[in-house]
């Protein structure tokens, strides 16, 4: 499996950013799809999960009602829609893909992308 990330860029708070992850090399729809972050200094924090129908999904508590995880199986991407941006929100972002459930705990994904870089500036 080989994910992409792309659409990160500089942007000022209370904006917005639409990153995008494209999948290749594997069926994407058999994959439960999770990001995550890592902002420097610090540890690689959860922050959105999608299952493999795209029916159900989670969220980290620092970005619940502010960004909304989705998916084109058809399209083999998934997408991170983030608005309200805050300086806090400036990281590294990455995608992942599992064979398991979705979940917030970053051990279970199997396979990550490169990451794209955001930064918010206040």
């Known amino acids: 499996v080989q994910l992409q990330a792309s659409g990160g860029g500089l942007v000022q708070a209370g904006g917005s950013l639409r990153l995008s992850c494209a999948a290749s090399?594997?069926?994407?729809?058999?994959?439960?799809m999770g990001w995550f972050r890592q902002a420097p200094g610090k540890e690689r924090e959860f922050v959105a999960a999608?299952?493999?129908?795209?029916?159900?999904?989670y969220y980290g508590d620092s970005v619940k009602g502010r960004f909304t995880v989705s998916r084109g199986n058809a399209r083999n991407t998934l997408y991170l829609q983030m608005n309200s941006l805050k300086p806090e929100d400036t990281a590294v972002y990455y995608c992942?893909?599992?064979?398991?459930?979705?979940?917030?705990?970053?051990?279970?994904?199997?396979?990550w992308g490169q990451g794209t870089l955001v930064t918010v500036s206040s």
């Open positions: 992942a893909a599992t064979t398991g459930s979705a979940t917030r705990d970053s051990r279970i994904y199997n396979n």
């Open positions: 999608i299952t493999r129908s795209g029916i159900s999904t």
């Open positions: 090399g594997c069926t994407f729809s058999s994959y439960d």
